[in-house]
Each structure stands twice: as C-alpha cells, then as structure tokens.
C-alpha cells in the first residue's frame, strides 16, 4: 500500500496534536493511509471545520474556566464577577465584555450558557437585520477574507462589493451581503420615485415650450405647495414632483441615485421609502413656518433626508471605513455647495417670473434623515446608549411634527 500526505492532512494531524487526541501511530495511519484509488483533488478533511472546532475549542476552554462543575451555563450573577476577572479580560476584548454587559442587563434566563457565549464571541447578533448571524457565513475570521473576491467576479458582483464596502462597516455583514444579495426584489421606490420626477419635468417643460437651468416654475400646477392653498393637503408632499428647471431636476436625481440606490439595496425598499416621505414631508412643514411667504418644488426634502442619514452613518463610524473622513468632507462640501445655491437663488434680486420658491425643505428633510434615519434604517449592533439616541430622535421627529401640523391648522392663511 501507499502513502500519501497532502497539505490537508497534515492540517489535521496538527489539529489533533493541539487537541492532545493523536496519542500513538495508528492515529497518524488513519489519517494518512491512501489506497491506489485515492482521488489526488479530494481532500480527507475540511479546512473550514478545523478552523470552526478550534475557535469552539477555544471558546470552551475559556467558559470551563468559569464553569467547574461542567453544567453548560453559568449564573448571571457570578458571570458578571467573572467579566471584571483579570485572566478573562486577558482572553477577551473590551467590546465583547461591553456587549456581554448590554446582554446581561437584558437577561431573560437566570444564566448565560456556553451557546450564548459562543453567540457573542462569533459576533452573533439579536437584531433583525438579514445579516444577523443565524444566517451568516461562519467562514470568515479575519478582515483579510472578506476581500477574497471570485476569480473572475461578474460586473454584478463587484458592483454588490463596491455597495457593502461603502455601506456597510462589519467584515461578516460585507461578507454576507455580497455572497446572498441577489437583487430580489429589486430596489424599485428609487427607481419609480425617480421616473415620476422626470416624467412630471418633461410634461411641464414640454407645456410650458421652455428648458432653461433655473425655470420656470409651474405656479399654476395642483402640485405646487401654495401656502394660500394649505387645506388641499396633498400639496405637502406632491410639490416633489416639480422642479424648478434642469439644473435643480438633475441634482436631485443624481443624488437620489448615487445615494439612495445603494442604500435601497442594503436596508431595503420600505425603510428607504420611509426616509425619503418623511423627508419630504419635513420640507413642506419646515417650509409653513420657517419661509410661509413662498411657494414650494422640488423633491430636495427627500434627497436630503437621504443624504442626511447616509452622513449620520459615516458620522458614527469613519474610523471604521476606508478613507472616511474622506467621505465626510465630500458629503459636506456637496451638499453646502447645493445649499449655498438655492439660498442665493432664493434671495436673489432677479428673481424668475412668477413668485418666490422656497429652499428651506433642504435643511429640514436634512434634519428628518438624521431623526427618522436613525429610527428606521438597521443598526447592526444597538448597544444601550443607541437605544437611548433611538428614542430621543423619534421623540424630536415626533414632537416637529406635531407642531407642524397644529401651526398649519391654526394659523391663518396669506392672502393669494
């Protein structure tokens, strides 16, 4: 008989020395031992295992410590004491402790078992985003991995990368998304919202027989927010379908695709739909009160919304991404450099014909992204002071809103 030993097994041979189970050579004859009939590509023992048994063996080794009597779990009490131990903090990083920490002042169950600890350390979550850990590939240990692309990935597949390494800040999540995302259901509200948009310009340009980059507005369109006309109540969010000439049409929707696309294909078309009403709704409200004088087109409400929570997310975590102050400064410059604009425009003295139009909706739909943003969109990880940021941003959205409305209601109207 032959004898042959390929890289393989020699992994496993390793693998079982570390465990102390290799104890005599008919050990290391099972393990090598190959008949003529040995198929050269095979491999006797999945590398993946091994490297899933060795972490699991680490992990149990040090829960053991903590466990004497064998049982599995340990008291919640007692595990809490043995957070503070130094020869657990040696072992395990500071997040895992916080994070075991959150779980505890969370408790359902008197004690924290070895599968709970084995959830935490593998970097399980509870939250419902897709990428939660039930569902995520085991595989990845490093940062290192997540980078290992196809051979020859399809345009698809690096466009699916390209998302997850702007959107996403978790090794595991990128990983997970670009190996399932499969573009179904597609990221259709983007899309559609923005074919009405251009559908409603051509209409009016065509109508009114003129293209220009700032005009003209369509003042007699039952879309126009008129603060004349409040009580018609759908003008408080169908005025995002006007735009006020080309220039102001394409900025919109380039950001609305650049940014709002991607982030539809990550959280989805409902929650980014929620984003974007909500920040157009802000627009027309903010409007009322803060400019009531003027008329109001355009969906930048939206946009900004978008823009804003996109922001919020490279806020919290540049440190994390790969060039991330990067990002913050064009986010920034982007979007003063649009601002800067419409408020010259609007304060101009050679104003288009027909009334003033108001830009205001640019910073309130920027503050609703950054309220109802962080209330809908997924949090990967929510620790205890985000739960708190969670409510007070509902709480600051709500009560706007609420005062948006009651001042509309009581308020009186201007003359047309």
Known sequence: MKFK?????????????????????DSLDEIVAV???YDEGGSLFDESEIRKELLTDKWRQIFDKFDPEGFGEIPWDDF?????APEFRVEISEQKVQIFQEKAGQRKANSITFQDFVNVMSGKRSRSFKCAVHHRDREISSEKDYHLLPKNPTLFQKMVKLVADEYLI???DKKYYADNYQCCPPPWFIIFITIVELGFFTYYTILNGELSASGPVPIDSIFLYRPDKRSEIWRFVFYMVLHSGWLHLTFNLSV?????LPLEMVHGSTRIGIVYMSGVLAGSLGTSIFDKDVYLVGASGGVYALLAAHLA?????????????LRLVGILMVASADVGFAIYDRY????????????VSHLTGALAGLTIGYIVLKNFEQKLHEQLIWWVALGVYAACTIFAILYNVFTPYPDS
């Open 5 to 25: 030993i390929d890289i393989t097994c020699l992994r496993k041979t390793m693998y079982l020395l570390w465990r102390g189970q290799l104890m005599n050579m």
């Open 313 to 325: 997310n490279v806020l919290l975590n540049y440190y994390h991404m790969e060039f991330g102050i």
């Open 256 to 260: 609305q695709l650049l940014v709002g």
């Open 170 to 172: 978790e090794e595991r």
């Open 80 to 84: 809490l004491k043995v957070l503070e």
């Open 348 to 359: 101009a003295e050679q104003q288009l014909l027909g009334p003033s139009v108001s830009y």
């Open 35 to 37: 008949n003529d009939d």
